[in-house]
T-cell receptor, first 116, second 114 residues
Framework: GESVGLHLPTLSVQEGDNSIINCAYS??????FIWYKQESGKGPQFIID?????DKRQGQRVTVLLNKTVKHLSLQIAATQPGDSAVYFC???????????????FGSGTRLQVQP | DAGVIQSPRHEVTEMGQEVTLRCKPI?????LFWYRQTMMRGLELLIY????????DSGMPEDRFSAKMPNASFSTLKIQPSEPRDSAVYFC???FGQGNTEAFFGQGTRLTVV
């Protein structure tokens, strides 16, 4: 779920290593999740998504794992590169009012720093 | 398509002035979202529209904030009067379909109220 705070958790990895970024969510009824990447000075950019009927989905160098039992989501980046340095957000659709429709709400994010 | 286009990219204004942020969504998208990003509160949803109609404005912080979408290709977020605590990056995003699809974000407008 969402959290509010001044300090983003930071993950520092060496270039070429694998990165794992974690996200916890609170709504057991959530059925769709997205990972976004935000580089400095830019808007969030879609990386990969997963629906709740899946527990794993792979993209190019990225894998998302979903554990519905513990309400946990992770993003794995293989062979991390300097260009992967950014803030990563997990997002899920929520209905904020009784409208029957939903909008993406975002977690607080994790900063990934890739050391050359 | 050029993606979601926001203007201006940067805005510096004095406290008390009116500020208008603009957004052009991706053509064909039927949902438009306004978000605000700050260090303290992260990325917050302010309001969103479906087919130009406001659906949920529960995230709008105060009556000083208002948003309109007069047609499918244009939306504005207005702050009147602006205050220093409104300083943030404001993002517009659009999607085809609600919630359970990818939203595409603009580059954002960095607002500084002095």
């Amino acid at each position: 779920g969402e959290s509010v705070g001044l300090h983003l958790p930071t993950l520092s990895v060496q270039e070429g290593d694998n990165s794992i970024i974690n996200c916890a969510y609170s709504n057991s009824a959530s059925d769709y999740f997205i990972w976004y990447k935000q580089e400095s000075g830019k808007g969030p950019q879609f990386i990969i998504d997963i629906r709740s009927n899946m527990d794993k989905r792979q993209g190019q160098r990225v894998t998302v794992l979903l554990n519905k039992t513990v309400k946990h989501l992770s993003l794995q980046i293989a062979a991390t590169q300097p260009g992967d340095s950014a803030v990563y957000f997990c997002a899920e659709p929520r209905s904020l009012m009784d409208t029957g429709r939903r909008a993406l709400t975002f977690g607080s994010g994790t900063r990934l720093q890739v050391q050359p | 398509d050029a993606g979601v286009i926001q203007s201006p990219r940067h805005e510096v204004t004095e406290m008390g002035q009116e500020v208008t942020l603009r957004c052009k969504p991706i053509s064909g998208h039927d949902y438009l979202f306004w978000y605000r990003q700050t260090m303290m509160r992260g990325l917050e949803l302010l309001i969103y529209f479906n087919n130009n109609v406001p659906i949920d404005d529960s995230g709008m912080p105060e009556d000083r904030f208002s948003a309109k979408m007069p047609n499918a290709s244009f939306s504005t977020l207005k702050i009147q009067p602006s205050e220093p605590r409104d300083s943030a990056v404001y993002f517009c995003a659009s999607s085809f379909g609600q919630g359970n699809t990818e939203a595409f974000f603009g580059q954002g407008t960095r607002l500084t109220v002095v």
